[in-house]
């Protein structure tokens, strides 16, 4: 029989500290359980009161984005829930002395070692208490009425070590952010920041990455529409292989490659022939020849009279569909080699014309691999939601097709998702 592993018990003789090693193991656990700055001040507070104090007030670092011309707590907390309106008013615009800090009142004869020390706030007496980690300053606790015993004895290491253990909690907090902030940042520049008005285009996105990330994700699928031409428009729907910096790297390259190589004037085979040589460089460049890109490219040209002529090259990519005007829904290219795998493949451009009404649905494996337990949505799955669109606008197209994808599973969209859809109209 296993042996179980003793549990450590609290220190009955010692008061003090049985109610310091509970308040410390209770932080731990509630401060870990998440990385929202708000949520961490909220929870924060909630260990704070009652226990060490009648309220709590946490201040923002001096060059924090919530801070104003004025000083205003960004999270304040009482004993008596009828009394934080009268507590928000009495602190608002008080600065907490801290020792060293430029921005803050001191007090006079106080030293950085002397910290903290109790001062007369509008509320009464208060104890306040940097909180820093890493050495960076993440703004100021608070703790106020403390009682007849005073900020003192025992009370005042367990408020600093509690301080402490808050302040690393809101620097992972922050480090998240600031690795969010980044990554969106990222992301938004492998999109073009709007679509371009075309005359007797309708155009349609969609565009969502996968909901199980943890919020640093960056997709691999990416879309484009840009001109090429006084008449010709180029349209593109893509998915890299695999998500992070490096597939994020390979979309960048993508995106601007096909832009660049379609005004220098290339056919659009050319132009995807090209783009996968300069894949597989960039493959040879960092040591990982397992990158590859599935590649929808085409050049669009609207007509007088309502049409639209499309050359397509569809590399490895799931299969546009046309919606005919009957309601009928097709193919609209053949399968060709994806992109980054072979040095020369045989590709060939397709010729598909849009009557006036008539829809391009584009879109990544997100749609047809949509799961619902074992079953799959499949490309079927996706013509039969294009076949209920006739008489849509484009963004109409897109709407219907995203919810009957979403509809479909029985979870949240574990892969990224584009759809792109181009209609033709007489304007």
Not at 81 to 94: F, I, Q, S, T
Not at 280 to 302: K, Q
Not at 338 to 363: C, I, K, Q, R, S
Not at 369 to 397: H, I, K, Y
Request: with cysteine.
């Amino acid at each position: 029989m296993a042996q179980r592993t003793p549990r450590t018990s609290l220190p009955r003789d010692r008061p003090e500290e049985a109610v310091r090693l509970t308040l410390l193991s209770q932080a731990g656990e509630l401060l870990t359980g998440t990385l929202d700055r708000r949520r961490l001040a909220a929870l924060a507070a909630q260990l704070i009161v009652p226990r060490l104090a009648d309220w709590v007030a946490i201040y923002p670092a001096a060059d924090h984005s919530n801070v104003s011309s004025a000083w205003t707590p960004e999270h304040i907390w009482h004993r008596e829930e009828r009394r934080l309106d009268a507590l928000g008013v009495a602190l608002k615009n008080w600065q907490p002395p801290l020792p060293g800090d430029s921005g803050r009142t001191h007090i006079p004869g106080i030293g950085q070692n002397d910290w903290p020390v109790p001062v007369a706030s509008p509320y009464g007496q208060a104890l306040p208490i940097p909180l820093t980690a890493r050495g960076v300053s993440l703004g100021t606790l608070v703790l106020g009425g403390p009682g007849k015993g005073g900020f003192a004895g025992p009370m005042l290491p367990l408020a600093v070590e509690l301080a402490a253990r808050i302040a690393a909690a809101l620097d992972n907090a922050r480090q998240y952010a600031e690795q969010v902030e980044i990554i969106r940042g990222l992301q938004r520049s492998l999109l073009p920041p709007s679509l371009p008005t075309v005359g007797g285009l309708d155009i349609g996105v969609v565009y969502e990455a996968a909901s199980n990330s943890d919020g640093v994700h960056v997709g691999g699928d990416f879309y484009d529409v840009f001109p090429i031409s006084r008449k010709v428009w180029g349209f593109a729907v893509g998915d890299v292989c695999g998500t992070g910096p490096e597939a994020a790297a390979l979309t960048g390259l993508a995106r601007h490659s096909l832009r660049l190589l379609a005004r220098e004037g290339r056919s659009p085979v050319s132009v995807v022939e090209r783009l996968n040589q300069a894949v597989l460089e960039e493959g040879e460049l960092a040591g990982d020849a397992g990158r590859f890109i599935t590649l929808l490219y085409g050049e669009v040209e609207p007509r007088p009279d309502g049409s639209a002529q499309l050359v397509m090259v569809c590399a490895g990519h799931p299969l546009p569909l046309i919606l005919r005007q009957d309601g009928s829904v097709r193919a609209a290219a053949n399968p060709q080699p994806l992109l980054g795998v072979l040095p020369d493949p045989t590709l060939y451009a397709e010729d598909v014309e849009l009557g006036v009404g008539e829809v391009l649905l584009v879109y990544t494996d997100g749609a047809s691999e949509r799961r619902n337990g074992r079953q799959m949505l499949g490309d079927e799955g996706v013509a039969a939601a294009l076949s209920g669109c006739s008489g849509m606008t484009a963004p109409g197209v897109v709407a219907r097709v995203r919810q009957a994808v979403v509809d479909f599973g029985d979870s949240g969209t574990r892969d990224d998702l584009a759809l792109l859809a181009l209609r033709a109209y007489k304007g």
